[in-house]
Nanobody, 126 residues
């Protein structure tokens, strides 16, 4: 099983970045896919989750209206389009797979996933 995240980099505040998560070794369309992030000195938090068909999508309140999660099961790839980035979005972003769907508890995307990717760093300068 592999989840390869890419697309991170340095961007100015107000800019955009699209992250990709290329997966292999498991049947993607059986799994909900999530993006988590961890900023320096902070706990990991769930940013967004998308159900197996792409119909159900969940977002962290602070990214609603700015980030969009999507998936292409035929390409075994999940995306996170991030617009209007702010310095507080600076973090390592990880993709993750969870069977069979997204689970939200206490308004947060749960992190007891089945597979983790290796992370890609997004740095937003002010």
């Amino acid at each position: 099983v592999q989840l390869q995240a890419s697309g991170g980099g340095l961007v100015q505040a107000g800019g955009s970045v699209r992250l990709s998560c290329q997966t292999s070794g498991f049947t993607l369309d059986h799994y909900a896919m999530s993006w988590f992030r961890q900023a320096p000195g902070k706990e990991r938090e769930g940013v967004s989750c998308i159900g197996t068909t792409g119909v159900n999508r969940y977002y962290l309140d602070s990214v609603k209206g700015r980030f969009t999660i999507s998936r292409d099961n035929a390409k075994n790839t999940v995306y996170l389009q991030m617009n209007d980035l702010q310095p507080e979005d600076t973090a390592i972003y990880y993709c993750a797979a969870r069977y069979p769907g997204c689970t939200i508890r206490g308004g947060r995307i749960v992190s007891d996933v089945d597979y983790w990717g290796q992370g890609t760093l997004v740095t937003v300068s002010s």
